[in-house]
């Protein structure tokens, strides 16, 4: 089973304040507009990087043209801007009980673990080394890849797949605290684990193929989603 984590919210809290500031400053840098995120016409839970500097530039009058002609510059401006402001210990924004279900799924063998995240990838990567749980991950889709959250999970199934076949749908589960992450896993046809531990309640995540209040109750979700063969063996 290829397992597919977000991340703000899903595995990290309180973690958002260098990641939010190192993508005004590339706003700032790069295209000379002074603006908050915050500002954005848009709820920024569940959204791409790119996705949230779009809206948050196109609501201070900056062309689209402008915008994708300067993407790059604005993702790789933010990317060094966050390596300077990132905390060096991120550890106690670690969702309680995470670090423990990612030992448990990544001693597994049938397991694979990856990421699904709007973060831009450089930004994911130390997010989590300096959260001490990027280790699990191989892998995945992340902001960078594409604006459009709903296309990361096609993207993560190519890069986990083999011999030019993407990883199967029906061993695929999405791991996330958003109805976005919900849409998303949708628009794939893979199966999606919604928790708690962001901003939205059970109501507001009902679509999803279970709901989890805590680290706890998502491995025995996960434990039930293995297919018949391997739920003989599972353990939870």
Not at 28 to 39: I, Q
Not at 46 to 57: C, E, H, P
Request: hydrophobic share 45%; with cysteine.
């Amino acid at each position: 089973m290829l397992v597919l984590f977000d991340i703000d919210g899903t595995l990290v809290r309180w973690a958002t304040d260098a990641h939010r500031a190192a993508l005004e400053h590339a706003l700032l840098r790069v295209h000379g507009v002074k603006l908050s995120v915050r500002d954005a016409p848009l709820s920024l839970a569940g959204r791409t990087d790119g996705q949230i500097a779009r809206a948050a530039l196109l609501r201070a009058g900056v062309s689209a043209e402008r915008i994708d002609d300067r993407a790059d510059a604005v993702r790789e401006a933010c990317c060094r801007e966050y390596a300077r402001v990132c905390p060096e210990d991120l550890s106690g924004a670690v969702v309680p009980g995470v670090a423990a279900l990612l030992e448990w799924l990544a001693a597994r063998p049938e397991c694979r673990l990856g990421l699904l995240t709007g973060n831009y990838e450089a930004v994911a990567r130390l997010k989590l080394a300096r959260a001490g749980i990027g280790r699990f991950f191989e892998g995945g889709a992340f902001g960078s890849d594409s604006e459009d959250r709903a296309a990361l999970p096609a993207i993560a199934r190519r890069r986990f797949g083999r011999r030019g076949a993407p990883y199967a749908r029906h061993r695929t589960v999405v791991i996330g605290d958003t109805p976005r992450d919900i849409a998303c896993a949708r628009a794939d046809g893979v199966r999606c684990v919604a928790v708690t531990t962001g901003p939205y309640g059970v109501d507001e995540l009902r679509e999803a193929d279970a709901v989890a209040g805590d680290a706890a109750s998502l491995r025995q979700a996960l434990v039930r989603l293995l297919t018949p063969a391997d739920a003989g063996t599972a353990s939870a």
